[in-house]
């Protein structure tokens, strides 16, 4: 009877959101696990797809569903390989070409290029231009104003200063901007406003076709209250309790949890509402280590906190990290959605390669464009940002000579490596204190420098580059 219960609020929730409009891509996460697992199949089905590659180039038709699938698969599983990622480039153009895009589409469509030409400034000025649509025709100003009120809003958050950050989140909304209407609600929902959250969803009067999640997340949010509402038992609630920020009640039913890997995931869920970012990532751990790492050999979890730039989507994660959105999925309590909320955190499992990851902590920031939003201005963000705690060291992610070992303004207390590979460096910044001299040989695993926030930085964090010939590369394609 229990059983059919949760099978009935998962039909109940994923009916709720089931009518995305966002592309999705989908490889079926066994056959991603087999192509990671598996070299020789990997091999086998890497030389085919090479053949067929060559096929379609030589023919003007757009490539079929499964070879777009199966490519962007191998190039997840070999991101510096030149042929693949010009495929899937063309291949993404091609798709793309025929159709008439919602803007939001569209946005989704110049970061999956820029992610895979992250210097390409064409790309970049159309979409710094889209998203001054997405803010519904308010103007530059206005919307840097907002983005400021809105930053000011997230770190008062952070600082678990909920009445006031919900005030400066009030105070950020623009009108006729769907995704700050969005990011408004979310945060009044997760405070238990639920009537407030609902009214401003409900009663949103810009583009509602700009941003699906305005839709869906009122459909989401209204599902939760059903369930809330009903005769169902207090721990058939408990999800639905997190989603609405019932957060007293939900605290009750989770120490009534039994343990076990369901437990450590919803006090993730429960620490996460409450900004408690740091604890979350190691509940979300706790319960990936229990429920998914004997099944995922060959994968390394990593906890990643979604930002602005992934457009609210799963599919942009999983190319961002260079994995399956199926697999995310699964490994998310079969997510239930194609999009993910602004500043949400979820389990990325991300193929093992030969770089091993230089810290532990969550995953804040990814390679790339974003809008700086305080000056809204355009700049790359040239590594990967990952969030430690105070005392939490990095270590090499391969054998190298510290080539520097410095301080700058921007980098703060800096290493750089210089690996086996002639063109392969590495940089570590804003350390709290280094634990090497320039000239020192190092294993991989060894500490680096104990991390912190000197130099430009806000909160205690490894900046991790990785430079090919001088020039600053995206770290996912080498981790
Ligand atoms: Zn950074």
Known sequence: MKAMIKALLVLVLVSAASATTLPAWSQSADDFQRLVRQPDYRQRQHSRIREELRRWRNGAQAPAERLWQETRAHFNLNPRDAELREALLRMLQQRHAARQLSPQAEELYYYQLLNLEPRNSVYRDRLAALLLQKHGGHSPAEVRQAYQRLN??????????????LQLFRQARLPRSAELTAIV??????????????????SFAGDRSYLSWIDESLKAMQASQRIVNSSFAESDKLMARIQLGHLSQAEMAIKAQPDGPMKHWYQAKWLEKQASYHSASVEYRAYYQQRWSQQ?????????????EDVNSLDLIALKFRTS?????????????????TYRMLIVPVPRREMAWPTTGYVSSHFGYRLHPIRGTWRLHEGLDIETLKGVKATAPLPGKVVQAGYDSGCGNLIRLQHAEPALRTVFCHGERLLQRQGAQLTQGQDVLVTGTTGASASIHLHFGVQLNGVYSDPMDWL
């Open 296 to 308: 995922l050999p060959g994968f390394v979890p990593v906890v990643y906190k979604a930002q602005l």
């Open 152 to 165: 000011d809003a997230f770190n008062t958050w952070d600082k678990r200063q909920y009445d006031r950050a």
């Open 185 to 202: 609600a979310a945060h009044l929902r997760d405070r238990g406003h639920f009537d407030e959250a609902h009214k401003l969803l409900s």
């Open 325 to 341: 959105p199926d697999l995310i999925r699964q490994v998310n309590e079969a997510w239930p959605h194609d999009w993910v909320e």
